[in-house]
C-alpha cells in the first residue's frame, strides 16, 4: 500500500471479490424458485402429407402441418436473475421404429421487459414436423409441451416444462390439397 | 517540472493501514448497501453499478496521498556523521 498503483491495484481487487459474492448472493436468492406456471395449448388444424424428405433421404416420409393455440402469463418468472426466456414447443409421440420421438416445432425468445403474457391463435410452427417413417398418419397420442429454459444473470441454465400440454391425433388419411 | 517534484507522493505507515482499511470499508458497504437496493427493486444491474460507485469513491478517498494519510511521520534519528576510517582499519 506504499503506492499509488498498488492501492489501485488492492481496490480494484477487492471490488472485484465482492462483486463476486455480490452474484452469488443474486444466484443464492433465486436457486431454489420455482419457474413452472401453467400453458394451454390447444391444436385447430391438423393434416399430414407422404412426401420425399430431400434433406435426408429422398424417401417418402410423414410430414406433419398443424397450427396451435397458446396462452400463458410468464410474467411470474422474471426476476432479477432472469435476463430471458427461450420458449420451445416439442411434439412427442411414439412410433413402431422409435419408442420416444420429439420434435421441436416453434420457439421464441422473450426479453425480460417484454410483454409476457402470450396469446397466439392459429399460429403456423417455424420448423417442419418430419416423421423419420410413416409413423404421423393415424397417429392417435401426439402432445404438445411448453418448455423453456431460463437464461440467468449467473446460475443453473434451467430447462422447465410448462404445466400442461395437449394430446392431438393426426388424421387416418393423407391430404392431397397443398398446405 | 520542479513544481511535480516538490509534490508530496507518500503515505507513512499509519496513512497507508487507515488507507487499506477504508477502501475495504467503503467498497463492503456499497456492496451491500447495492444488494439490498438491488434486490428490493429486482435489478442485478443496480447492485453492480452501486458497488462500482463504491470502486470510484474508494479510488478517489484512497488512491492519492492526502495530506491526511501524512499525520504520523516516522521519528527517523538523524543522519550520522561517518564513521571515520581509521576505526574501521583496526580489525
Not at chain 1, 35 to 43: D, E, G, I, S, V
Not at chain 1, 57 to 77: A, H, I, V, W, Y
Not at chain 1, 95 to 117: C, E, F, H, M
Request: charged letters at 20%; hydrophobic letters at 40%; aromatic letters at 14%.
Amino acid at each position: 500500500m506504499h503506492s499509488v498503483l498498488t492501492r489501485g491495484n488492492a481496490i480494484l481487487a477487492y471490488t472485484l471479490s465482492v462483486s463476486a459474492c455480490l452474484t452469488f448472493c443474486c444466484f443464492l436468492s433465486t436457486v431454489f424458485i420455482d419457474y413452472r406456471t401453467h400453458a394451454n395449448l390447444n391444436t385447430v388444424k391438423v393434416v399430414v402429407k407422404n412426401v420425399p424428405d430431400y434433406s435426408a433421404s429422398r424417401e417418402k416420409n410423414d410430414l406433419g402441418f398443424l397450427t396451435f393455440d397458446l396462452q400463458t402469463d410468464l410474467t411470474p418468472l422474471f426476476n432479477w436473475n432472469v435476463k430471458q426466456l427461450f420458449l420451445y414447443l416439442t411434439a412427442e409421440y411414439e412410433t413402431a421404429n422409435n419408442k420416444i420421438n420429439q420434435v421441436v416445432l416453434w420457439d421464441k425468445i422473450v426479453l425480460r421487459g417484454d410483454n409476457a403474457v402470450l396469446d397466439f391463435k392459429n399460429t403456423n410452427t417455424k420448423y417442419y414436423f418430419w416423421d423419420d417413417g410413416i409413423g404421423l398418419r393415424g397417429n392417435k397420442n401426439v402432445t404438445l409441451t411448453l418448455s423453456w429454459n431460463i437464461i440467468p444473470n449467473a446460475g443453473l441454465l434451467p430447462s422447465v416444462a410448462a404445466l400442461g400440454s395437449h394430446s392431438f391425433a393426426f388424421p387416418s388419411e393423407y391430404t392431397t390439397s397443398r398446405v | 517540472m520542479d513544481f511535480f517534484d516538490s509534490l508530496p507522493t507518500h503515505m507513512d505507515y499509519d496513512g497507508q493501514a487507515r488507507a487499506e482499511k477504508l477502501s475495504r470499508v467503503i467498497v463492503t458497504l456499497f456492496g451491500v448497501v447495492g444488494l439490498v437496493w438491488g434486490y428490493a427493486i429486482q435489478q442485478f444491474s443496480q447492485t453492480i453499478y452501486i458497488l462500482g460507485a463504491g470502486f470510484v469513491l474508494a479510488g478517489i478517498v484512497t488512491i492519492p496521498p492526502w495530506p491526511m494519510y501524512r499525520r504520523k511521520p516516522l521519528d527517523w534519528q538523524k543522519p550520522q556523521p561517518e564513521v571515520p576510517t581509521k576505526f574501521k582499519k583496526k580489525k
